[in-house]
């Protein structure tokens, strides 16, 4: 074969499976995810990269924690879609870290908001600028989010904040709103991105912690997921969200030895990638698409 015809027919061929490879990634993303969610609670820890994502559907009611980065943002518009979600009952930017909000002011344009919450503190970036801008085209404000909040999810659902418990702290991380929801007999606990300080806090004020469930905080990060507060969780899953290789060595080694230790059946979504549980009211388990 002549040198540059088999050069053309090399190139034609990358072509085309470059073409095939982006029409799998593109079905896999736009296809219907047919779940139940009559008399179960269906929570998604959607895969953004290195960031948070988090929707709670249950009674006909949808809460979004976090919306992942800014490069993520098409990605989970697509994904709220493709579940029919045209209303978000209530949405919590857990704190203004562009992993956490990036995605927040494109959330805000595209669908019905009902009532939305933050911590008390701002921060100079873009994404929050952004965030704010849309908040007020839509007239809607932050409700500052604070312990013993508690959010309507509907019959057999407690949904409630537990902090930030302090005014200031010194770390961006420590303001995150960490969620406790329970349905009927399963309890799910969402961290964002604490870190010691505010998980002792949280231990000493006395809150209830214990959850089947436990979004770890901060991607799995060393500075969090200390001893004492895994104790007082004890999950029996753990859920981390990260990105696929990302630069930050999430999640720490330290942190999967402590999981592994209590026998915590860990899913992270930089192997898993979108992680579906749903929960009757007894037993929780992973939606696996057939």
């Not at 949808?62 to 490069?71: A, Q, V």
């Amino acid at each position: 074969m002549p040198k540059k015809t088999w050069l053309k027919y090399t190139i034609m061929c990358i072509a085309l499976i470059f073409v095939a490879v982006c029409l799998a990634i593109g079905y896999k993303s736009t296809q219907k995810i047919n779940l139940d969610l009559e008399s179960n609670m269906v929570t998604h820890f959607i895969d953004v990269g290195q960031g948070d994502c988090i929707l709670i559907q249950v009674n006909n009611k949808n809460l979004l924690i976090d919306s992942g980065t800014s490069d993520s943002k098409q990605k989970l518009i697509r994904y709220l879609k493709n579940n029919n979600i045209t209303k978000l009952d209530y949405v919590v930017a857990t704190h203004p870290h562009e992993d956490h909000i990036g995605g927040m002011a494109s959330i805000i344009k595209t669908f019905d908001v009902g009532t939305f919450y933050g911590p008390k503190v701002i921060s100079s970036s873009q994404s929050f600028e952004d965030m704010i801008r849309s908040l007020r085209n839509k007239t809607l404000k932050i409700n500052i989010a604070k312990p013993n909040i508690t959010l309507d999810l509907g019959p057999n659902t407690s949904c409630i904040m537990l902090s930030p418990n302090s005014s200031t702290y010194e770390n961006m991380n420590d303001y995150s709103c960490v969620i406790k929801v329970s349905y009927k007999n399963s309890t799910y606990l969402f961290t964002g991105d604490t870190e010691s300080i505010a998980e002792q806090e949280l231990i000493n004020n006395g809150y209830n912690l214990k959850a089947q469930v436990l979004k770890v905080a901060h991607h799995g990060g060393k500075t969090s997921t200390t001893q004492s507060f895994l104790n007082e969780v004890s999950p029996k899953v753990a859920i981390i969200s990260c990105g696929t290789y990302n630069t930050y060595g999430h999640p720490n080694k330290e942190t999967l030895d402590k999981l592994k230790k209590i026998n915590s059946l860990v899913y992270r979504t930089d192997i898993h990638k979108n992680i579906i549980l749903i929960s009757d009211g007894t037993t929780i388990k992973k939606f696996e698409e057939k």
